[in-house]
C-alpha cells in the first residue's frame, strides 16, 4: 500500500475513535475526601443471606484501607467520624442476588455460578450524592459461593480508589 492510503485510514480511525469510547472509558475528575465511612449492606426487598452481607462489609472494610484512598476508613456508627470535615459515606445496596452451586462450578464450568448485583453509591457529609454506579460480583469457576464477597469488595474498593 502507499503512503497516501495508510495516512487517508489513520485518519478515519483517529476520527472514530471517540465514538467507541464509553462514558466509563472518559476521564474524570477526581473527587476529594480523607475520610469515608462504610455503611452497612443494604439488602431491600432481595433474599440475601445474612452471612454474605457481613462478609461483604467486612471485606470491603479491609479492601478500602488497603487501597490507601483515605487517611481514616470509618465503620457506620463510629462517633469519631463526625469529627471529620470532608467524611464521605459509602453505601451499598443489594439489587439481585443469584446463588450458584460450588459443586455445579466445579463439575461443569459453565453451570453454578454466583452472582450479586449493587448499586454503590457515596455522599458527602451534607447527604448529596457525588458516586453512584452498579456493579456486579461473580464466582463463575471454582471457589466457594463466599468467594462473590471478596470479588465485590475489590471492585467497590477499585472503584472508589479510582474516583478519589
Same mark, same amino acid.
Given at each position: 500500500?502507499?503512503?497516501?492510503? *495508510?495516512? $487517508?485510514?489513520?485518519?478515519?480511525?483517529?476520527?472514530?475513535?471517540?465514538?467507541? &469510547?464509553? $462514558?466509563?472509558?472518559?476521564?474524570?475528575?477526581?473527587?476529594?475526601?480523607?475520610?469515608?465511612?462504610?455503611?452497612? *449492606?443494604?439488602?431491600?426487598?432481595?433474599?440475601?443471606?445474612? !452471612?454474605?452481607? %457481613?462478609?461483604? %462489609? =467486612?471485606?470491603? *472494610?479491609? /479492601?478500602?484501607?488497603?487501597?490507601?484512598?483515605?487517611? /481514616? @476508613?470509618?465503620?457506620?456508627?463510629?462517633?469519631?467520624?463526625?469529627?471529620?470535615?470532608? &467524611?464521605?459515606?459509602?453505601?451499598?445496596? @443489594? !439489587?439481585?442476588?443469584? !446463588? +450458584?452451586?460450588?459443586?455445579?462450578? !466445579?463439575?461443569?464450568?459453565?453451570?453454578?455460578?454466583?452472582?450479586?448485583?449493587?448499586?454503590?453509591?457515596?455522599? $458527602?457529609?451534607? +447527604?448529596?450524592? *457525588? &458516586?453512584?454506579?452498579?456493579?456486579? +460480583?461473580?464466582?463463575?469457576?471454582?471457589? =466457594?459461593?463466599?468467594?462473590?464477597?471478596?470479588?465485590?469488595?475489590?471492585?467497590?474498593?477499585?472503584? @472508589? /480508589?479510582?474516583?478519589?
Amino acid at each position: 500500500m502507499n503512503q497516501p492510503v *495508510i495516512a $487517508a485510514l489513520l485518519g478515519c480511525c483517529m476520527l472514530t475513535a471517540p465514538a467507541f &469510547l464509553s $462514558a466509563d472509558d472518559v476521564a474524570r475528575p477526581k473527587l476529594a475526601a480523607s475520610t469515608i465511612q462504610i455503611a452497612m *449492606i443494604d439488602a431491600g426487598d432481595v433474599a440475601i443471606p445474612a !452471612e454474605f452481607r %457481613y462478609a461483604v %462489609y =467486612e471485606r470491603l *472494610i479491609d /479492601k478500602v484501607r488497603e487501597s490507601g484512598a483515605f487517611q /481514616k @476508613v470509618y465503620r457506620m456508627g463510629d462517633r469519631a467520624a463526625s469529627a471529620s470535615p470532608d &467524611l464521605v459515606t459509602l453505601h451499598t445496596k @443489594v !439489587e439481585a442476588f443469584k !446463588e +450458584g452451586s460450588q459443586t455445579k462450578r !466445579e463439575l461443569v464450568t459453565v453451570l453454578g455460578a454466583t452472582r450479586v448485583d449493587i448499586t454503590v453509591s457515596v455522599t $458527602a457529609k451534607d +447527604g448529596h450524592e *457525588i &458516586l453512584d454506579r452498579k456493579l456486579t +460480583g461473580r464466582v463463575r469457576f471454582f471457589g =466457594e459461593n463466599l468467594g462473590v464477597t471478596n470479588d465485590l469488595a475489590k471492585r467497590i474498593s477499585k472503584l @472508589v /480508589k479510582d474516583s478519589f
